[in-house]
């Protein structure tokens, strides 16, 4: 029997996806839109974490500007990690949906504090979206998909920004973790949802029944297995209300989980479009709740009193359901956009009398005016409100960074995401600001420029 019950290939065997991004803003220029909704190919670089820092990096500004926010209750909970474990969310749009960066910032953190479990995985695959490719989320099955940026909803999507909805009432998924070097068992799946699931057997990745105890709840699921697994086969049935958002996978030890939600094409209002993601990410107990987004805020129509507004709903709504979560802002870095200029001329007709005017398009790119404003809306957003911000537009070059990052191979071809040597960069440098606001406090910045 194939792993999970599945014909797909499983470890070992993965294809790594290439990297999808999504924009929907209407507003936002056609051939950027293009680019973004077409295929980003994000070259198979070293996989060495500690890579050189370029030069042009301000390391003097890798810091947490905390804005008189408390982070004692976060010091605390990681000097108590080999005890119970801390859990961190980050939510943002493809940056983190690919989960490049935010991986890095995991294994750093997990290797330094212990790995609780791999944590929140989202059926991407499922819903034809590129899948990060440490973890498994599939099924033979056929469901009724819907993403976050979907002009339309045909059925509630949940806090990861993925929504799957079986078309029988009996159905199977296999989800677990995977990789050529990381060894990373899980003693219990919660599975998120709505509607009413019952879990009716479990088995590993050779068809074997594994003993379990499912424990429902409201709107999760929890499956707890009776001995550790890295790969698992759920069978359940439904009422036809059903629609499952994702899972988390948990090793049932102390250290760190560090959660990602990122969606392809998200902004601020895509979150606040679902209007729960801080009521459903409460399960995961988050000690810190980390927000990267206004990229794709830069690809369309500016209202700044809006963009702060659109931020603090999505504040308000994961503080009001977590409120003794610690919550990060962070700004996005300068990056281009295409510019297409348009010429004509008149030539002369072949072979015939009279001439022809042909038009041509020239496709360009320079930095985009929009990140910058934005990055200033987030800063004075923070400091209004006693949020802590992680100003990576500037950490990352400030003004003018985008050429040093595309002449060091540490963008992709779109100049707007980064390549992975330049995704492991950024997680890095994020990991080393946290450690100094955890381990530092003294060391953090307590105003922007």
Same mark, same amino acid.
């Given at each position: !029997?194939?792993?999970?019950?599945?014909?797909?290939?499983?470890?070992?065997?993965?294809?790594?996806?290439?990297?999808?991004?999504?924009?929907?803003?209407?507003?936002?220029?056609?051939?950027?839109?293009? #680019?973004?909704?077409?295929?980003?190919?994000?070259?198979?670089?070293?996989?060495?974490?500690?890579?050189?820092?370029?030069?042009?990096?301000? /390391?003097?500004?890798?810091?947490?500007?905390?804005?008189?926010?408390?982070?004692?209750?976060?010091?605390?909970?990681?000097?108590?990690?080999?005890?119970?474990?801390?859990?961190?969310?980050?939510?943002?749009?493809?940056?983190?949906?690919?989960?490049?960066?935010?991986?890095?910032?995991?294994?750093?953190?997990?290797?330094?504090?212990?790995?609780?479990?791999?944590?929140?995985?989202?059926?991407?695959?499922?819903?034809?979206?590129?899948?990060?490719?440490?973890?498994?989320?599939?099924?033979?099955?056929?469901?009724?998909?819907?993403?976050? !940026?979907?002009?339309?909803?045909?059925?509630?999507?949940?806090?990861?920004?993925?929504?799957?909805?079986?078309?029988?009432?009996?159905?199977?998924?296999?989800?677990? /973790?995977?990789?050529?070097?990381?060894?990373?068992?899980?003693?219990?799946?919660?599975?998120?949802?709505?509607?009413?699931?019952?879990?009716?057997?479990?088995?590993?990745?050779?068809?074997?029944?594994?003993?379990?105890?499912?424990?429902?709840?409201?709107?999760?699921?929890?499956?707890?297995?009776?001995?550790?697994?890295?790969?698992?086969?759920?069978?359940?049935?439904?009422?036809?209300?059903?629609?499952?958002?994702?899972?988390?996978?948990?090793?049932?030890?102390?250290?760190?989980?560090?959660?990602?939600?990122?969606?392809?094409?998200?902004?601020?209002?895509?979150?606040?479009?679902?209007?729960?993601?801080?009521?459903?990410?409460?399960?995961?107990?988050?000690?810190?709740?980390? #927000?990267?987004?206004? /990229?794709?805020?830069?690809?369309?129509?500016?209202?700044?009193?809006?963009?702060?507004?659109?931020?603090?709903?999505?504040?308000?709504?994961?503080?009001?359901?977590?409120?003794?979560?610690? #919550?990060?802002?962070?700004?996005?870095?300068?990056?281009?956009?295409?510019?297409?200029?348009?010429?004509?001329?008149? #030539?002369?007709?072949?072979?015939?009398?009279?001439?022809?005017?042909? /038009?041509?398009?020239?496709?360009?790119?320079?930095?985009?005016?929009?990140?910058?404003?934005?990055?200033?809306?987030?800063?004075?957003?923070?400091?209004?409100?006693?949020?802590?911000?992680?100003?990576?537009?500037?950490?990352?070059?400030?003004?003018?960074?985008?050429?040093?990052?595309?002449?060091?191979?540490?963008?992709?071809?779109?100049?707007?995401?980064?390549?992975?040597?330049?995704?492991?960069?950024?997680?890095?440098?994020?990991?080393?600001?946290? !450690?100094?606001?955890?381990?530092?406090?003294?060391?953090?910045?307590?105003?922007?420029?």
């Amino acid at each position: !029997m194939a792993a999970c019950g599945l014909s797909a290939p499983l470890i070992g065997q993965i294809r790594v996806p290439d990297q999808v991004v999504e924009e929907t803003d209407e507003d936002g220029d056609d051939n950027d839109r293009a #680019v973004r909704e077409g295929i980003v190919v994000i070259p198979d670089e070293a996989d060495d974490i500690d890579i050189p820092i370029p030069r042009f990096i301000k /390391t003097a500004a890798n810091h947490i500007i905390l804005n008189g926010a408390d982070w004692g209750k976060l010091r605390k909970a990681f000097e108590q990690s080999n005890q119970s474990p801390v859990s961190i969310v980050h939510i943002g749009d493809s940056h983190i949906q690919a989960d490049f960066s935010t991986a890095t910032v995991r294994e750093l953190l997990q290797y330094d504090f212990g790995n609780a479990g791999r944590g929140l995985i989202a059926p991407f695959k499922i819903c034809g979206t590129n899948q990060p490719t440490d973890y498994l989320f599939q099924s033979n099955n056929s469901w009724k998909t819907v993403k976050l !940026m979907n002009n339309s909803w045909i059925q509630t999507v949940g806090f990861t920004g993925t929504s799957i909805r079986p078309a029988s009432p009996t159905s199977e998924i296999c989800v677990g /973790t995977c990789g050529e070097e990381d060894y990373n068992p899980f003693t219990s799946v919660t599975l998120f949802h709505n509607g009413r699931l019952t879990v009716k057997d479990v088995t590993d990745k050779e068809g074997n029944a594994i003993h379990f105890r499912a424990i429902p709840s409201r709107d999760y699921t929890q499956i707890i297995l009776s001995e550790l697994h890295t790969v698992v086969n759920v069978k359940f049935t439904s009422a036809g209300d059903l629609t499952l958002y994702g899972a988390s996978l948990s090793g049932d030890r102390p250290g760190v989980f560090y959660h990602a939600i990122g969606n392809n094409g998200a902004t601020y209002d895509s979150y606040n479009r679902i209007g729960t993601v801080g009521l459903g990410i409460t399960p995961l107990q988050p000690n810190l709740v980390i #927000v990267s987004l206004g /990229t794709n805020e830069a690809f369309g129509r500016q209202d700044i009193l809006g963009f702060k507004n659109s931020i603090h709903t999505l504040v308000g709504n994961i503080r009001r359901a977590n409120p003794d979560a610690l #919550v990060l802002l962070t700004t996005p870095m300068e990056c281009h956009r295409s510019v297409v200029t348009t010429s004509k001329k008149r #030539v002369k007709r072949k072979g015939k009398k009279g001439y022809r005017t042909v /038009t041509t398009h020239n496709k360009t790119y320079a930095v985009n005016p929009n990140i910058a404003p934005l990055r200033k809306a987030i800063l004075d957003y923070g400091k209004s409100n006693g949020i802590a911000v992680y100003d990576w537009y500037e950490v990352a070059g400030g003004a003018g960074a985008s050429t040093s990052w595309i002449s060091s191979d540490l963008f992709a071809k779109d100049r707007v995401h980064h390549s992975r040597q330049g995704y492991s960069l950024n997680g890095r440098l994020l990991y080393d600001a946290l !450690m100094d606001a955890v381990r530092n406090p003294e060391l953090a910045a307590e105003a922007a420029e």
